[in-house]
């Protein structure tokens, strides 16, 4: 007990123990975090740029593109930093930022996620109602009101965890700080943390999953009344994406905070663990933008207006520059 008032600092996990690993692992973990922050970025930009996709839909797919972005920066540059130098150590305030942050984002992620999922089944399944049901006013309240909620459900589960004494060993066995992690490591008695986790993942996970599974269940059954075209094929781009990110992301993270904690941590917890915090913000660009034609069109659309703006651009100062060449020539021989 006297050690845990002292703790001022954790030990993360590595990933190997050879040096030449562990910068292969940080060259790897750069990437991921690149390719996921700038194609997220674009899918913010397309939707904010295009006004063809201010919609209701890409409303929430631009705001989880920007908590994609923030969700991969909490865990991601601490674990290829460490990688990089060759050290495992986070302070405890570090650790406690990272459970906060990853539970406000995991919680928001899944909110948003069955929200899209909510709005799919409105403009399918109840098109004529669909600018009712989801109107302006609805997604930015129900926006405010998930990140308010977020922020109360990880703030009280980040306070009770960080309360119990830590005392058994620094060590986390993890590449990030979280909550199942650092209930291994207490010396005090912890059935009620995971009880309180056991419950708030399975109303609120399996609240979520049961929803989405119901409107995609009677999002399917409409589709298949369509006539084979264009229609059908438009509702499948679009509904295809969701569901692979919502099986990765929930699959992955209820095995992690559904286990119990007393069974011993091994390889395959840090892989769901990379999975659910690194996977669905690195897949959301990707199967969006291969998936759905309007965001295609709306890149090509930007892209060739960079391109056309900057031949544009180049071409005006060539003309300015014979220009003024001529000019001077033309005082010379005067």
């Known amino acids: 007990m006297s050690n845990s008032s002292t ?31 700038m194609g997220n970025l674009v899918i913010a930009a397309v939707t904010t740029l295009d006004k063809s996709l201010h919609t209701p839909m890409y409303f929430f797919l631009r705001n989880l593109s ?35 942050l990853v539970l406000l984002f995991g919680f928001v992620e899944l909110l948003f996620l069955t929200i899209m999922a909510h709005d799919r089944f409105a403009a399918i399944c109840r098109p004529l109602h669909y600018p009712v049901i989801m109107s302006p006013h609805l997604c930015v309240h129900s926006t ?31 590449l990030f700080c979280d909550i199942p992690s650092l209930l291994k490591l207490s010396c005090s008695d912890t059935f009620s ?19 989405i599974i119901k409107s995609y269940i009677h999002i399917f059954s409409t589709v298949l009344r369509f006539p084979v075209g264009a229609d059908r094929k438009k509702a499948f781009s679009t509904c295809v994406p969701h569901i692979l990110v919502v099986s990765v992301f929930l699959s992955s993270g209820s095995y992690v ?52 703006s900057g031949d544009v651009l180049r071409i005006k100062e060539a003309f300015l520059f014979h220009s003024s060449q001529s000019h001077a020539f033309g005082n010379k021989c005067r």
């Open 7 to 37: 703790t001022t600092d954790f030990l993360l996990m590595e990933i190997s123990d050879m040096r030449d690993l562990q910068l292969f692992y940080a060259m790897i973990f750069s990437l991921i975090y690149l390719l996921t922050v």
């Open 66 to 100: 920007i908590l994609d972005s923030c969700y991969i920066s909490v865990t991601v540059p601490k674990s290829y930093m460490n990688s990089l130098l060759g050290t495992r150590s986070i302070s405890k305030a570090g650790c406690g930022a990272q459970v906060f």
């Open 144 to 174: 405010l009101a998930t990140l308010l909620s977020g922020l109360i459900y990880a703030a009280l589960h980040t306070l009770n965890t960080f309360r119990l004494p830590f005392c058994h060993s620094h060590a986390v066995q993890q």
């Open 193 to 211: 943390n995971q009880i309180g986790n056991l419950l708030s993942t399975l109303v609120i996970g399996g609240g979520c999953f049961i929803y």
């Open 257 to 308: 905070y559904l286990r119990p904690s007393a069974m011993s941590a091994g390889l395959m917890d840090m892989v769901l663990s990379v999975f659910y915090s690194t996977v669905p913000p690195l897949f959301n660009p990707i199967i969006h933008s291969l998936r759905n034609e309007q965001i295609k069109c709306a890149i090509r659309e930007l892209m060739t207006r960079m391109f056309c």
